[in-house]
């Protein structure tokens, strides 16, 4: 299991309220090799992939994040929570075993 797994493992038994940005990018970038839904609000809907990433920072106040895309663009706000579920959403839908201890 590789740290980014180990990180979602970890973080999805329990929201986190303080998370070191290196160890949110670190998570951030591994899945986003594949196509990454992340919601803004209730009705706005990003994709960004690792090619387009360009930063990623976060709220421990908030429990938020944004992340930097290319062309300056900024996905603000986006809920940790809604993170971690869209990474779920990547594993089921490619029918992968979620990572276990």
């Not at 908030?62 to 990547?90: E, H, Q, W």
């Amino acid at each position: 299991m590789n740290r980014a797994e180990k990180l979602f493992l970890e973080w999805s038994k329990h929201c986190p309220t303080d998370v070191p940005v290196e160890e949110f990018d670190i998570l951030v970038r591994h899945f986003l090799g594949r196509w990454l839904e992340v919601k803004k609000g209730s009705s706005h809907r990003y994709h960004v992939t690792h090619e387009v990433l360009t930063g990623v920072s976060y709220n421990s106040g908030f429990n938020t994040l944004t992340i930097s895309v290319v062309g300056g663009r900024k996905v603000r706000d986006v809920y940790v929570r809604n993170t971690l579920k869209a990474i779920r959403d990547i594993y089921e839908a490619e029918n992968l075993p979620l990572p276990e201890e």
